[in-house]
């Protein structure tokens, strides 16, 4: 599987972006998705998810309320909508997948930056 982010930028505090990641080479649909991110000389660290099995999602409690995952199969394409961007949220964003038996996401794309002024 190849993941492709994009729609990483700078944004002023308060604004909005939508990443998204775009997978080839799988069934997309088969997939677990999630979103990562890496700020500065911290740990990459999960932010979101959607089961594969279930569908159903998880965030972080510092990204709840405010960001959104999503998926459209059919165009192949995982999305982070986040809102009320917070300096904090500075960060490399990096979508991830991970199939069927596998243990851990073993699948990631390159990553976009994200940076958010005050």
């Known amino acids: 599987v190849q993941l492709q982010a994009s729609g990483g930028g700078s944004v002023q505090a308060g604004g909005s972006l939508r990443l998204s990641c775009t997978a080839s080479?799988?069934?997309?649909?088969?997939?677990?998705i999630a979103w990562f991110r890496q700020a500065t000389g911290k740990e990459r660290k999960l932010i979101a998810r959607?089961?594969?099995?279930?569908?159903?999602?998880y965030y972080a409690d510092s990204v709840k309320g405010r960001f959104t995952i999503s998926r459209d199969n059919a165009k192949n394409t995982m999305y982070l909508q986040i809102n009320t961007l917070k300096p904090e949220d500075t960060a490399v964003y990096y979508c991830?997948?991970?199939?069927?038996?596998?243990?851990?996401?073993?699948?990631w794309g390159q990553g976009t930056l994200v940076t958010v002024s005050s």
């Open positions: 991830a997948a991970r199939a069927v038996g596998d243990i851990g996401y073993n699948y």
């Open positions: 080479g799988r069934t997309f649909s088969s997939l677990g």
């Open positions: 959607i089961s594969r099995s279930d569908g159903s999602t």
